[in-house]
C-alpha cells in the first residue's frame, strides 16, 4: 500500500469509517472498522494526520491517536459540508473530512485535555441545574396560584410560599402532600446547585486566566472560567473579529455588486458562551443608565440611538474582543485605557 499522507476519520459509537489519500492525493484507504478495531489498527499505522469532525468523543479520540504519534485535526462539521459531493452516507463524510483537512486556510478545533473537559461538564451541569429549578419554580407558583396564593419574582420568593402552603389548613391533603414533595425536590436542586457552583468557584480561582478576566466589566466568574475553558487556544483566532464572530457575535454579512448589507448576528458558535457575555453586557448597561460604575461615552451615545437590547450584543462584542485581548497577550484589563479608547 502506498503511504497514507492524511486520513479522514468518521465517527459513531461503533462503526468508523476511513478514507485515506496518498502523496499523490489518490485514495489508497476506504475502510471500515468497529470501535474494537481502532487501538490496534493506527497502532500498526505509520504516523500520519488523521481528520475528525468535532463531536461527541472527538477530544477522545483525538488525546488516544495523538498519544501514538499520529497528528489529529479536528475540524468544525459546517466547515467539511462543503466538502461532501453527493448524498450523505459515512464513507462521503469521511472522504470530505480528508479533503478539507487538506485546505491551507482550513481552522481547526483546539484538542482539550480531560482535566478541561472534566471542568466543562461542571459548568453543563450548572447549566442543566438552573433550568430544572426554574421549571419546577414554575411549577410550584403555577400550581400555588389556582389555590389563590400568588409569590413575587425571584429564587428567594418559593420558600416563603411553601411555607404559607403548609400553613395554610383550608388546602386539600393532597395538594399539600404534593407541594411538600415539589418543596423536597426544590430543596435538593437548591444543594446541589450550590455544591456544583463551589466546585466551579474553586477552579476558578486556581485559574490565573480565570481570574484576570473577571477584570473585565460584566465578565463574571462563571463567564470567565467558560471563556477559559471553551477557548484552550485563543492565539489559534487571527484577530479580536474572528474571535467575536466565532462566538457568534458579528453581523451576517449578504454583501454583493460593493453594496454591503449587514443583518443580525450570526448566532455561531457556542450558544451558551454567547448569553453569558450578554447577560454580563446587559448588566453593565443597567449600571451606566443609573450613572454607576465606569462611564463609557461610546457606549452613552450607542444607548441614546439605539434599543438596549441592541446595544447589549454590540457590548458584548466588544467584551469578547477585551476577552480575547487579555488571553493572547497575557495582559491584565485597564479600565483607564478602555475609557479612553471609547
Known amino acids: 500500500?502506498?503511504?497514507?499522507?492524511?486520513?479522514?476519520?468518521?465517527?459513531?459509537?461503533?462503526?468508523?469509517?476511513?478514507?485515506?489519500?496518498?502523496?499523490?492525493?489518490?485514495?489508497?484507504?476506504?475502510?471500515k472498522l468497529r470501535r474494537t478495531q481502532m487501538i490496534a489498527f493506527f497502532a500498526a499505522q505509520p504516523r500520519t494526520v488523521i481528520?475528525?469532525?468535532?463531536?461527541?468523543?472527538?477530544?477522545?479520540?483525538?488525546?488516544?491517536?495523538?498519544?501514538?504519534?499520529?497528528?489529529?485535526?479536528?475540524?468544525?462539521?459546517?466547515?467539511?459540508?462543503?466538502?461532501?459531493?453527493?448524498?450523505k452516507n459515512d464513507a462521503a463524510d469521511a472522504e470530505a473530512l480528508c479533503e478539507a483537512m487538506s485546505r491551507p486556510s482550513m481552522r481547526f478545533v483546539p484538542m482539550k485535555t480531560a482535566e478541561q473537559q472534566a471542568a466543562l461538564m461542571l459548568v453543563s451541569l450548572r447549566?442543566?441545574?438552573?433550568?430544572?429549578?426554574?421549571?419546577?419554580?414554575?411549577?410550584i407558583r403555577g400550581h400555588a396560584a389556582e389555590f389563590g396564593l400568588i409569590a413575587a419574582r425571584g429564587v428567594d420568593k418559593i420558600e416563603p410560599l411553601l411555607m404559607r402552603i403548609v400553613d395554610d389548613e383550608s388546602l386539600p391533603a393532597l395538594a399539600r402532600s404534593l407541594f411538600a414533595?415539589?418543596?423536597?425536590?426544590?430543596?435538593?436542586?437548591?444543594?446541589?446547585?450550590?455544591?456544583?457552583?463551589?466546585?466551579?468557584?474553586?477552579?476558578?480561582?486556581?485559574?490565573e486566566l480565570s481570574q484576570r478576566l473577571t477584570q473585565i466589566p460584566g465578565v463574571g466568574p462563571i463567564g470567565a472560567t467558560m471563556l477559559a475553558l471553551k477557548t484552550p487556544d485563543p492565539g489559534g483566532f487571527r484577530s479580536a473579529r474572528h474571535f467575536a464572530a466565532w462566538i457568534g457575535l458579528t453581523p451576517k454579512d449578504h454583501s454583493t455588486?460593493?453594496?454591503?448589507?449587514?443583518?443580525?448576528?450570526?448566532?455561531?458558535?457556542?450558544?451558551?458562551?454567547r448569553s453569558v457575555l450578554v447577560v454580563g453586557a446587559t448588566a453593565v448597561i443597567r449600571q451606566v443608565r443609573r450613572r454607576r460604575g465606569?462611564?463609557?461615552?461610546?457606549?452613552?451615545?450607542?444607548?441614546?440611538?439605539?434599543?438596549?437590547?441592541?446595544?447589549?450584543?454590540?457590548?458584548?462584542?466588544?467584551?469578547?474582543?477585551?476577552?480575547?485581548k487579555l488571553m493572547t497577550s497575557g495582559q491584565g484589563y485597564d479600565a483607564a485605557r478602555g475609557v479612553r479608547a471609547a
Open 1 to 31: 500500500m502506498d503511504q497514507i499522507i492524511r486520513i479522514g476519520m468518521d465517527t459513531s459509537k461503533q462503526i468508523f469509517q476511513l478514507h485515506g489519500v496518498n502523496a499523490a492525493e489518490e485514495p489508497v484507504l476506504r475502510r
Open 257 to 273: 455588486g460593493g453594496k454591503t448589507r449587514l443583518g443580525t448576528i450570526t448566532r455561531a458558535g457556542d450558544e451558551t458562551l
Open 127 to 139: 447549566d442543566r441545574l438552573i433550568r430544572s429549578r426554574t421549571q419546577l419554580t414554575n411549577a
Open 294 to 324: 465606569l462611564l463609557w461615552p461610546w457606549l452613552q451615545r450607542l444607548l441614546e440611538r439605539k434599543p438596549p437590547k441592541l446595544v447589549a450584543v454590540a457590548l458584548a462584542n466588544k467584551l469578547a474582543r477585551v476577552a480575547w
Open 51 to 87: 481528520g475528525i469532525e468535532a463531536g461527541g468523543a472527538a477530544h477522545h479520540w483525538a488525546r488516544t491517536l495523538s498519544a501514538m504519534g499520529h497528528e489529529v485535526r479536528i475540524i468544525a462539521p459546517q466547515f467539511v459540508r462543503p466538502y461532501v459531493k453527493r448524498g
Open 181 to 207: 414533595q415539589l418543596g423536597a425536590e426544590f430543596a435538593q436542586t437548591q444543594a446541589r446547585l450550590k455544591q456544583v457552583s463551589a466546585e466551579l468557584m474553586a477552579w476558578h480561582r486556581q485559574n
